[in-house]
């Protein structure tokens, strides 16, 4: 029986675990054939975003990045271009591939305000949690209690926007987007997904 809670203690107990396949970064538009090849094959993508934060009241930005993990690499989208925010766009409209995260409402949300698209095929694997009674529904949290390791979080809060990303940010956000699709995988073989 899988357990229903984890405590911080717990979680700070496991082992650290970072994405450590390739991940590339798409910052120009001739860099999105490889990865929307990749990711066209897949039937299943880990999917989160990042968005530089806001420090002042009333302050507010888009998303930054759109990061999407195959069962092969993790790749880091720059969605602040047009030509990039649409090939996203076209991989979340796309039936025949899941796109597993957590709070995807949102991450969509936010998308929509930089590029149109009717997303298809979501799975959000914290209102999965949810719905099967679980309180803490975090990719942290859900790493913790289904894969038995801790996701570092320090690099949340840097500047998403900077056109060249840190070596820290790079592992961050694959490492979300991996832990995902991660997830969606461990949640199916528990028979969670439904």
């Given at each position: 029986m899988?357990?229903?809670i984890?405590?911080r203690?717990?979680i700070?107990?496991?082992?650290?675990?970072?994405?450590?396949?390739p991940?590339?970064v798409?910052?120009?538009p001739h860099?999105?054939a490889?990865?929307?090849?990749d990711?066209?094959?897949?039937?299943?993508?880990?999917?989160d975003?990042?968005?530089?934060?806001?420090?002042?009241p009333?302050e507010?930005?888009?998303?930054?990045?759109?990061?999407?993990?195959?069962g092969?690499?993790?790749?880091?989208?720059q969605?602040?271009?047009?030509?990039?925010?649409a090939?996203?766009a076209?991989?979340?409209?796309?039936?025949?591939i899941v796109?597993?995260?957590?709070?995807?409402?949102?991450d969509?949300?936010s998308?929509?305000?930089?590029?149109?698209?009717?997303e298809?095929?979501?799975?959000d694997?914290?209102?999965?949690?949810q719905?099967h009674?679980?309180?803490?529904?975090?990719?942290?949290?859900?790493?913790?209690l289904?894969?038995?390791f801790?996701?570092p979080k320090g690099?949340k809060?840097?500047?998403?926007?900077?056109?060249?990303?840190?070596?820290?940010?790079?592992?961050?956000?694959?490492?979300?987007?991996?832990?995902?699709?991660?997830?969606?995988?461990k949640?199916?073989?528990?028979g969670?997904?439904?």
């Amino acid at each position: 029986m899988q357990p229903r809670i984890i405590s911080r203690e717990a979680i700070n107990a496991l082992p650290i675990r970072r994405y450590e396949g390739p991940v590339s970064v798409i910052a120009a538009p001739h860099e999105l054939a490889p990865a929307m090849a990749d990711i066209l094959q897949e039937t299943l993508v880990g999917f989160d975003t990042e968005t530089r934060p806001a420090f002042r009241p009333g302050e507010s930005y888009p998303p930054s990045l759109a990061q999407v993990a195959t069962g092969r690499a993790v790749y880091l989208f720059q969605v602040r271009h047009a030509e990039i925010a649409a090939a996203v766009a076209r991989m979340l409209a796309e039936e025949r591939i899941v796109k597993a995260g957590v709070g995807m409402a949102d991450d969509l949300k936010s998308l929509k305000k930089i590029v149109a698209f009717h997303e298809k095929s979501i799975a959000d694997v914290g209102a999965l949690a949810q719905r099967h009674g679980l309180k803490q529904s975090g990719v942290r949290n859900l790493a913790g209690l289904f894969l038995g390791f801790r996701i570092p979080k320090g690099t949340k809060t840097s500047n998403w926007a900077r056109q060249k990303l840190s070596e820290q940010q790079i592992v961050y956000a694959a490492t979300d987007a991996w832990a995902c699709r991660e997830l969606y995988l461990k949640f199916r073989e528990l028979g969670l997904t439904i």
